[in-house]
């Protein structure tokens, strides 16, 4: 796993991973937005269940204010977990497997 030290590094990371796995899942057909909106980078997948699929990625720093952590948070099942130290393609998978698992 890759280490990651800055809050820029981090968001760098987050946005690169979803801008690829959108790319993926549009390729496969499938219809896919990316929102930057209340510090939260969001991958918006169309479907044909009643609400679109939700995959958003935020920073937030400890208590201490010394550490920035990625979270995860899954809008349409209200999930959500640290994916710290992940590197792009461990994310890029990540993204995919959560989609995949939601279609199931």
């Known amino acids: 796993m890759a ?3 800055s809050h820029a590094d981090i968001y760098t990371i987050a946005k690169s991973a979803l801008t690829k796995a959108s790319k993926q ?3 496969d057909g499938y219809d896919t937005d990316i929102y930057c909106i209340d510090g939260r980078i969001r991958l918006v997948i169309d479907n044909e269940r009643h609400q679109p699929y939700e995959y958003a990625l935020q920073l937030h720093k400890n208590a201490d204010n010394e550490q920035t952590h990625l ?11 640290l994916v710290d130290g992940l590197s792009e ?13 939601y279609c199931v």
């Open 71 to 81: 979270e995860v948070v899954i809008k349409n099942n209200q999930q959500s977990y």
């Open 3 to 5: 280490v990651q030290s």
């Open 89 to 101: 393609p461990e994310l890029i998978a990540d993204i995919l497997m959560q989609y995949k698992r």
């Open 25 to 27: 899942l549009a390729a």
